[in-house]
């Protein structure tokens, strides 16, 4: 399987994700990115017996971008630490259909997750179970039919930068279980996880990291185009 190598040092390594791959194995039985990686490290360097390979955070399924992975047990628990702390700035990109919505906001809900859907739920005020859910917006580009949005998530919830957009009429390309009028053939929606910034656990140095949009997709390679034009 082909592999899109971000970032890659002694500690930890960086992806750019496609829409399908998992990162980590679920009911379908498909491979997911850490058996990949593993699987290309052991090929890389001649590596024999186990590769280690640390989740250190998760992409839907349909999402693309960049995913970082621990290669040392010292810099999962460091990064972990660092996501949890919210230490991890993301960056994400967003096509939505075209909306009435400000070019700028502040969103903050609470999301209740539905876990036989697969599907959470946007609240304005607190409810059982429900989760605050916290980000800022800016539109940065946009065509007859779509709007490019720059989002900073400030809360890390199930789906949230989907519902969130949705709940105020910004709905993501594709992304049927939220509101999108049709699907991309590919079955992805058109969410980018753009770029990653946050401290080496190891060097301590400040790390950015930017994934490059979906190669094959004419609208995504349109407003990247667009956006560099413009900055």
Known sequence: MSL???YEDNHLIAVNKRSGDITQ???????????????WLKEKYNKPGNVFCGVI?????????????AKTSKALARM??????????KIYWAITE????????????????????????????????GKKAELTYSKIAESDRYDLFEVLPRTGR??????????????????????????????SICLHARKLMFVHPVSKENIV????????DTLWDFFSRRVLDER
């Open 158 to 187: 199930h789906h949230q930068i989907r519902v969130q957009l949705s709940n105020i009429g910004a709905i993501i390309k594709g992304d049927l279980k939220y509101g999108a009028k049709r699907s991309n053939p590919d079955g």
């Open 4 to 6: 899109e190598v971000l």
């Open 80 to 89: 972990n630490q660092q996501f949890q702390t919210k230490e991890v700035q």
């Open 98 to 129: 075209k909306s009435n919505v400000p070019d700028n906001g502040r969103l903050i809900n609470y999301l209740r997750k539905d876990t036989v859907k697969n599907k959470s739920f946007s609240f304005d005020k607190e409810v059982s179970e």
């Open 57 to 69: 955070h998760r992409l839907d399924r349909p999402t693309t971008g960049i995913v970082l992975f």
């Open 209 to 216: 990291i930017t994934a490059p949009v979906p190669k094959e």
């Open 25 to 39: 194995g679920d009911k379908t039985g498909d491979t997911p990115l850490p058996e990949i990686i593993q699987a």
